[in-house]
């Protein structure tokens, strides 16, 4: 009987699930907000429990799912109708990379470690920091990112040229620590790497946060103490 019940929940709760889902609109289903987030996190919660659990009354359910979106479109209405009340509820966008730096504050107070950021930018198809002009951290967690205008493919595409194939870069140093394993590929050395950072004044690799070496024989390095006062702010 249970069983026959279950079965009867699912066939009714989908339905109206999917209209509560529409009503609430593409946020909802799109690239979540933090606070659309929960929304959906405790619809599933109610919607699961009440399938799960045959001795759930089911139309405590059907409220709960209406008053959840409801709720929704008021909070989202009073976003709309007041910035400062929507900045509160979600994350400002950051900037984590400016003119080819990594910016290791803000990547730290975002919590995004230099593996995070460099995997964000190779799906992306970035492949050599010094290209990009910035790169945010949005809202919703994802990296935007705007190339130097020299590196934007959409001037080659309106061209009709052919570009060279991508100069991709081989980190050789991460946060301080030279990648070892890395080096060797290159067949390279230690002694090379510290002639290398000399030629730049830099006696320190401690004070290196992202070294790279592309196929051209150029070394890129971006320190962990960079100026951003000239750092554009971005916010909702």
């Not at 009867?8 to 659309?36: A, C, H, N, Q, W």
């Not at 946060?175 to 320190?204: C, P, T, Y």
Request: with cysteine; net charge neutral; glycine share 6%.
């Amino acid at each position: 009987m249970d069983s026959v019940k279950v079965i009867g929940r699912i066939i009714t709760i989908l339905p109206f699930m999917l209209f509560v889902t529409l009503y609430m609109g593409k946020r909802s289903i799109g690239e979540l907000p933090v606070f659309d987030f929960l929304v959906i996190l405790v619809l599933g919660a109610v919607v699961g429990a009440d399938i799960a659990d045959p001795k759930i009354n089911h139309f405590h359910t059907i409220v709960a799912m209406i008053v959840i979106a409801l709720l929704h479109k008021l909070i989202i209405y009073l976003k709309m109708k007041n910035r400062n009340r929507g900045k509160l509820m979600t994350f400002e966008p950051a900037v984590v990379i400016y003119k080819g730096q990594f910016l290791c504050e803000k990547m730290k107070k975002e919590k995004y470690s230099i593996d995070n950021i460099l995997q964000m930018l190779r799906e992306k198809n970035v492949y050599n920091v010094g290209d990009v002009e910035i790169a945010i951290i949005e809202a919703n967690g994802n990296l935007s990112v705007k190339m130097i205008p020299s590196k934007e493919v959409v001037i080659r595409e309106d061209l009709k040229l052919t570009g060279e194939p991508v100069k991709y870069e081989i980190p050789i140093i991460l946060d301080g620590k030279v990648q070892f394993d890395l080096l060797r590929w290159l067949k390279k050395s230690e002694v090379w790497l510290e002639e290398k950072l000399a030629e730049q004044n830099i006696s320190d690799i401690g004070s290196v946060f992202y070294g790279s070496y592309n196929r051209n024989g150029e070394l890129f390095l971006s320190m962990k103490e960079v100026d951003a006062k000239d750092v554009p702010p971005i916010e909702h």
